[in-house]
């Protein structure tokens, strides 16, 4: 791309052509102000803030003031920025603004990070000369999520434009009458959409602020960050957690070009409570005798001892790993037990299906694409996978991805990409193709082409006649439905046609022939010649990891004590309840003489715990989670742990050095474990490259996690002592818990905030990118450790047997995930608590009539040796024979569908 010329203020710059001026002058350094541009949302030129002045040549001086925001850069364009009639304009569209703004910056929750507060300053406004009464409106309750304070919009219609253009909510709208107009729902209620928290992002203003944060509210510039990385689901949004007085204040989104962008799911945004739970294991405890029926906790040199006997060489050890854990408290543990006795601590089925899955993309040419390349793609199938529910934010990649087709016309028009009104106006409903097949409808349904809504198996047939079309080398599959056959037809000729084709399936409905069917979609393609990508979802933040490192799957370890005890059972971060039946659980602690368990929330395994730990949550501990991409990252501590708590890998290098007396390296830091990793295992030996060690430092100084505006270090421990104690030390990384140390331009992954003079609120960020929308300067945080492979031969997955065994008095069960609930860790979180629906089965109203319930009545469903009290919801997408039910909300037990199962009435 050739660059062009343009001179700002009598500069001349060589910048990049298709920008509007106001991105140009960002990426350049050049501060103008603005409120409706947004680069994840494009230009409308609403608020009139950007204002510059325009020339027509050098020999121009009067000139004309344009917005910024809406003028494409060109060769020669000449402008200035610093104009005294174009800061006028800006001063006064400001006043403007201000005359109905309320003067509550002293008790609104964004006072010190507000948008609005930065462009009153950088305008040069500091006095309020209108005197009359200001226009006021009466705020709505929002739900758990999100506060509304009406009062302070300054009507941007950033908020409307992410929320029902770019995140597809409905229930969100802008109401006007005269010259009012008011940003709200039609009537108080919860936010229905899944994205909503990001409103309290885009709006510049404190209209839309983070509820959550108000039950232990603290400034901005009084919190401690941590860049760090959500654990709610496989796909590894990037995020800056907060900390104040050792508790965690809130997750906002970090920025990241190739993952998550500017946002976050709402689960990622607020699940974050879990960490300050009332019920945390903080301390160590130990049922003293093992018919007692409670553990009692003790002082560390009680429990040394115990260590010395459950550890020793004679011991017969067996380690359950997480997939919620790190990578190096997984590696700690294999390496403690062995890997013949390391158990991944997840079902056969999800075992095999996600070993499936890593093996493939592993050995094969296929790319596993980034968030930001789904959005480039331009034909998508989802085979069999509730995204918006397992995958938030694919859902919400698979919106913008649907629009490449105005893109594109926008472009052979002349239009620019960035201008958003003409943009949506060419396209109208034109959409790029998307394909989905699951089992019911969702909110994505409105932006397919087709949707197809059957069993399983039957969506494994439409995927495997998928691949045949592509490919007549791919395996045939008996096909008797002349519907399936043609939109068979239809998905093969949209992939084959296009340049970027997208396949998205996952292991949620926990069936091998889907998954089967996707790959080998993705094998045909790639056949073909396309340049295919593939995305398969995982249950959760560390799967792909797990499946990375040898082991094998629970059950095995049921099978390996048949004739013999174990010592010592390792429990790592995982409610074994959730996994197997709990009989089979129940089996295991029997077999096991002592159970250890390393966890920070109670459940049910920890409540059979003879030695239990307290481990720290993501928010107190440094690791490597890597996502269902191959993409590693690193999440690094807000929370400086104290007393008993510990890393789990920190727990597990006291065992290895007591049952490995003559060992000669130690675990010191986080470091040595991931030089150990690496070594040992080839799939990892990136780690060691992509992020600076603990000693990195910048200016011979540390990484600040506080701004230079931290206050009350000395008064926060006055209760203890009235001298300043001693700062807290972070061996394993180059961070410091400290206002003291570089704060300027760290690299990508240490950023712990934004902030730069003049800009205090979320929108600083524009200094750390090489380009709004961009990539972080110096690179986008985390390394690929699953790239294509040249050359790679893959050959087809067989279907099978893909029939249906149905009987007149049974259904099929088959799982529906959450976004609020299925989720182990979020579902402990008191906002997210009040958005999670009781057990229900989904059928359609055919079905219902047959156990005569209605919607919303109860009924008693047996399922696997278990009778659970669900509510009937009807749906009639879902097909005969057939019901969904929620799974793993908080209080059921483990259910492992598809299954049959049969209604009774209560």
Same mark, same amino acid.
């Given at each position: 791309?050739?660059?062009?010329?343009?001179?700002?203020?009598?500069?001349?710059?060589?910048?990049?052509?298709?920008?509007?001026?106001?991105?140009?002058?960002?990426?350049?350094?050049?501060?103008?102000?603005?409120?409706?541009?947004?680069?994840?949302?494009?230009?409308?030129?609403?608020?009139?803030?950007?204002?510059?002045?325009?020339?027509?040549?050098?020999?121009?001086?009067?000139?004309?003031?344009?917005?910024?925001?809406?003028?494409?850069?060109?060769?020669?364009?000449?402008?200035?920025?610093?104009?005294?009639?174009?800061?006028?304009?800006?001063?006064?569209?400001?006043?403007?603004?201000?005359?109905?703004?309320?003067?509550?910056?002293?008790?609104?929750?964004?006072?010190?990070?507000?948008?609005?507060?930065?462009?009153?300053?950088?305008?040069?406004?500091?006095?309020?000369?209108?005197?009359?009464?200001?226009?006021?409106?009466?705020?709505?309750?929002?739900?758990?999520?999100?506060?509304?304070?009406?009062?302070?919009?300054?009507?941007?219609?950033?908020?409307?434009?992410?929320?029902?253009?770019?995140?597809?909510?409905?229930?969100?709208?802008?109401?006007?009458?005269?010259?009012?107009?008011?940003?709200?729902?039609?009537?108080?209620?919860?936010?229905?959409?899944?994205?909503?928290?990001?409103?309290?992002?885009?709006?510049?203003?404190?209209?839309?602020?983070?509820?959550?944060?108000?039950?232990?509210?603290?400034?901005?510039?009084?919190?401690?960050?941590?860049?760090?990385?959500?654990?709610?689901?496989?796909?590894?949004?990037?995020?800056?957690?907060?900390?104040?007085?050792?508790?965690?204040?809130?997750?906002?989104?970090?920025?990241?070009?190739?993952?998550?962008?500017?946002?976050?799911?709402?689960?990622?945004?607020?699940?974050?409570?879990?960490?300050?739970?009332?019920?945390?294991?903080?301390?160590?405890?130990?049922?003293?005798?093992?018919?007692?029926?409670?553990?009692?906790?003790?002082?560390?040199?009680?429990?040394?001892?115990?260590?010395?006997?459950?550890?020793?060489?004679?011991?017969?050890?067996?380690?359950?790993?997480?997939?919620?854990?790190?990578?190096?408290?997984?590696?700690?543990?294999?390496?403690?037990?062995?890997?013949?006795?390391?158990?991944?601590?997840?079902?056969?089925?999800?075992?095999?299906?996600? @070993?499936?899955? =890593?093996?493939? $993309?592993?050995? !094969? +040419? /296929?790319?596993?694409?980034?968030?930001?390349? &789904?959005?480039? #793609?331009?034909?998508?199938?989802?085979?069999?996978?509730?995204?918006?529910?397992?995958?938030?934010?694919?859902?919400?990649?698979?919106?913008?991805?649907?629009?490449?087709?105005?893109?594109?016309?926008?472009?052979?028009?002349?239009?620019?990409?960035?201008?958003?009104?003409?943009?949506?106006?060419?396209?109208?409903?034109?959409?790029?193709?998307?394909?989905?097949?699951?089992?019911?409808?969702?909110?994505?349904?409105?932006?397919?082409?087709?949707?197809?809504?059957?069993?399983?198996?039957?969506?494994?047939?439409?995927?495997?006649?998928?691949?045949?079309?592509?490919?007549?080398?791919?395996?045939?599959?008996?096909?008797?439905?002349?519907?399936?056959?043609?939109?068979?037809?239809?998905?093969?000729?949209?992939? @084959?046609?296009? =340049?970027?084709? $997208?396949?998205? !399936? +996952? /292991?949620?409905?926990?069936?091998?022939?889907? &998954?089967?069917? #996707?790959?080998?979609?993705?094998?045909?393609?790639?056949?073909?010649?396309?340049?295919?990508?593939?995305?398969?979802?995982?249950?959760?933040?560390?799967?792909?990891?797990?499946?990375?490192?040898?082991?094998?799957?629970?059950?095995?370890?049921?099978?390996?004590?048949?004739?013999?005890?174990?010592?010592?059972?390792?429990?790592?971060?995982?409610?074994?309840?959730?996994?197997?039946?709990?009989?089979?659980?129940?089996?295991?602690?029997?077999?096991?003489?002592?159970?250890?368990?390393?966890?920070?929330?109670?459940?049910?395994?920890?409540?059979?715990?003879?030695?239990?730990?307290?481990?720290?949550?993501?928010?107190?501990?440094?690791?490597?989670?890597?996502?269902?991409?191959?993409?590693?990252?690193?999440?690094? @501590?807000?929370?400086?742990?104290?007393?008993?708590?510990?890393?789990?890998?920190?727990?597990?290098?006291?065992?290895?050095?007591?049952?490995?007396?003559?060992?000669?390296?130690?675990?010191?830091?986080?470091?040595?474990?991931?030089?150990?990793?690496?070594?040992?295992?080839?799939?990892?030996?990136?780690?060691?490259?992509?992020?600076?060690?603990?000693?990195?430092?910048?200016?011979?100084?540390?990484?600040?996690?506080?701004?230079?505006?931290?206050?009350?270090?000395?008064?926060?421990?006055?209760?203890?002592?009235?001298?300043?104690?001693?700062?807290?030390?972070?061996?394993?990384?180059?961070?410091?818990?400290?206002?003291?140390?570089?704060?300027?331009?760290?690299?990508?992954?240490?950023?712990?905030?934004?902030?730069?003079?003049?800009?205090?609120?979320?929108?600083?960020?524009?200094?750390?990118?090489?380009?709004?929308?961009?990539?972080?300067?110096?690179?986008?945080?985390?390394?690929?450790?699953?790239?294509?492979?040249?050359?790679?031969?893959?050959?087809?997955?067989?279907?099978?047997?893909?029939?249906?065994?149905?009987?007149?008095?049974?259904?099929?069960?088959?799982?529906?995930?959450?976004?609020?609930?299925?989720?182990?860790?979020?579902?402990?979180?008191?906002?997210?608590?009040?958005?999670?629906?009781?057990?229900?089965?989904?059928?359609?109203?055919?079905?219902?009539?047959?156990?005569?319930?209605?919607?919303?009545?109860?009924?008693?469903?047996?399922?696997?040796?278990?009778?659970?009290?669900?509510?009937?919801?009807?749906?009639?997408?879902?097909?005969?024979?057939?019901?969904?039910?929620?799974?793993?909300?908080?209080?059921?037990?483990?259910?492992?569908?598809?299954?049959?199962?049969?209604?009774?009435?209560?």
């Amino acid at each position: 791309m050739s660059m062009v010329k343009i001179t700002i203020d009598g500069k001349q710059y060589e910048v990049k052509p298709g920008k509007n001026l106001l991105e140009t002058c960002l990426s350049l350094g050049i501060d103008i102000p603005h409120f409706c541009f947004h680069p994840a949302l494009g230009s409308v030129g609403a608020c009139r803030l950007c204002a510059v002045k325009k020339f027509r040549d050098k020999d121009d001086t009067r000139g004309r003031i344009v917005m910024s925001c809406m003028e494409p850069v060109t060769e020669g364009l000449i402008v200035s920025v610093e104009d005294s009639e174009a800061r006028a304009f800006r001063t006064s569209v400001l006043e403007s603004l201000m005359t109905n703004h309320p003067h509550d910056c002293p008790v609104c929750d964004e006072g010190g990070e507000c948008h609005l507060q930065d462009m009153t300053v950088m305008t040069g406004h500091n006095y309020r000369r209108f005197d009359f009464p200001k226009r006021t409106y009466n705020n709505q309750d929002l739900g758990p999520f999100i506060s509304h304070e009406m009062n302070r919009c300054i009507q941007c219609y950033r908020c409307v434009r992410f929320y029902r253009d770019y995140a597809g909510g409905r229930d969100l709208n802008v109401y006007a009458s005269r010259n009012h107009v008011y940003f709200g729902r039609y009537e108080d209620g919860t936010l229905e959409n899944e994205f909503s928290g990001n409103l309290v992002e885009v709006c510049p203003t404190g209209v839309f602020t983070d509820k959550t944060l108000k039950n232990h509210f603290t400034r901005k510039w009084d919190l401690s960050n941590a860049p760090s990385v959500c654990v709610h689901c496989s796909l590894g949004c990037n995020t800056i957690a907060s900390e104040r007085y050792g508790s965690l204040r809130r997750i906002m989104s970090r920025y990241n070009g190739a993952v998550n962008g500017y946002f976050l799911c709402d689960r990622g945004r607020f699940g974050y409570e879990f960490v300050n739970d009332e019920k945390r294991i903080k301390t160590v405890q130990i049922r003293l005798h093992k018919n007692d029926i409670k553990v009692e906790q003790v002082e560390n040199s009680q429990f040394s001892s115990t260590f010395d006997k459950l550890f020793s060489k004679d011991k017969f050890i067996y380690g359950i790993g997480s997939p919620r854990a790190s990578v190096e408290s997984n590696f700690a543990l294999m390496s403690l037990v062995g890997k013949e006795n390391f158990f991944h601590g997840i079902s056969q089925k999800e075992y095999s299906l996600t @070993k499936t899955i =890593s093996e493939y $993309l592993l050995q !094969s +040419g /296929i790319r596993t694409p980034s968030l930001k390349q &789904v959005e480039k #793609a331009d034909a998508i199938l989802v085979l069999g996978e509730d995204l918006i529910n397992t995958a938030p934010m694919i859902a919400l990649a698979l919106r913008q991805a649907v629009r490449n087709i105005s893109y594109n016309e926008a472009s052979e028009k002349g239009i620019p990409v960035w201008n958003d009104a003409p943009v949506r106006e060419l396209a109208q409903d034109k959409k790029n193709p998307l394909f989905i097949a699951t089992l019911f409808s969702d909110s994505l349904d409105e932006i397919a082409e087709e949707f197809f809504r059957s069993s399983p198996k039957e969506i494994a047939k439409l995927g495997f006649a998928v691949a045949k079309v592509l490919d007549d080398k791919a395996p045939d599959v008996k096909i008797e439905n002349s519907y399936l056959t043609r939109i068979a037809g239809e998905i093969a000729h949209s992939l @084959k046609n296009a =340049s970027h084709p $997208l396949i998205i !399936s +996952g /292991i949620s409905y926990g069936d091998e022939s889907i &998954v089967h069917a #996707a790959l080998n979609i993705a094998t045909a393609l790639r056949s073909a010649g396309s340049n295919v990508m593939l995305n398969m979802v995982l249950p959760e933040s560390n799967s792909m990891g797990l499946s990375l490192l040898p082991g094998k799957p629970l059950e095995n370890a049921l099978v390996s004590v048949e004739d013999k005890e174990i010592d010592t059972l390792i429990i790592l971060e995982n409610d074994l309840y959730r996994r197997i039946s709990e009989d089979s659980v129940n089996t295991l602690f029997k077999k096991s003489r002592q159970i250890l368990v390393l966890d920070h929330l109670v459940n049910k395994t920890t409540q059979k715990a003879d030695l239990l730990l307290p481990a720290a949550t993501f928010a107190g501990s440094e690791g490597t989670l890597v996502n269902n991409e191959g993409r590693a990252q690193r999440y690094y @501590k807000a929370i400086d742990i104290k007393d008993q708590l510990k890393e789990s890998w920190r727990w597990i290098d006291e065992f290895i050095k007591i049952r490995n007396e003559s060992q000669t390296v130690r675990w010191n830091r986080l470091d040595d474990i991931v030089e150990s990793l690496s070594d040992e295992l080839a799939v990892f030996s990136k780690l060691k490259k992509y992020t600076p060690d603990a000693d990195f430092r910048m200016l011979n100084a540390k990484i600040s996690r506080q701004t230079i505006r931290y206050s009350g270090r000395t008064a926060m421990n006055a209760n203890i002592a009235v001298s300043e104690p001693e700062l807290s030390q972070d061996r394993d990384s180059p961070l410091t818990f400290s206002m003291e140390g570089q704060q300027e331009n760290p690299p990508s992954s240490l950023v712990p905030f934004y902030w730069t003079p003049g800009w205090n609120s979320v929108q600083a960020m524009y200094n750390y990118l090489d380009e709004p929308d961009g990539s972080m300067k110096g690179g986008d945080p985390g390394i690929r450790l699953i790239e294509p492979v040249e050359g790679a031969k893959n050959s087809y997955f067989s279907p099978g047997s893909l029939d249906v065994e149905t009987k007149e008095d049974k259904w099929i069960i088959v799982p529906v995930y959450q976004i609020f609930g299925s989720d182990e860790l979020s579902s402990v979180s008191s906002s997210v608590m009040q958005r999670i629906d009781e057990p229900f089965v989904i059928m359609n109203q055919a079905d219902a009539d047959i156990i005569s319930a209605a919607d919303g009545e109860y009924s008693q469903l047996e399922i696997l040796q278990n009778k659970l009290k669900v509510k009937i919801k009807i749906d009639n997408s879902i097909v005969a024979g057939f019901a969904g039910l929620s799974a793993n909300l908080p209080g059921m037990p483990f259910v492992n569908m598809p299954c049959k199962g049969k209604f009774h009435k209560l």
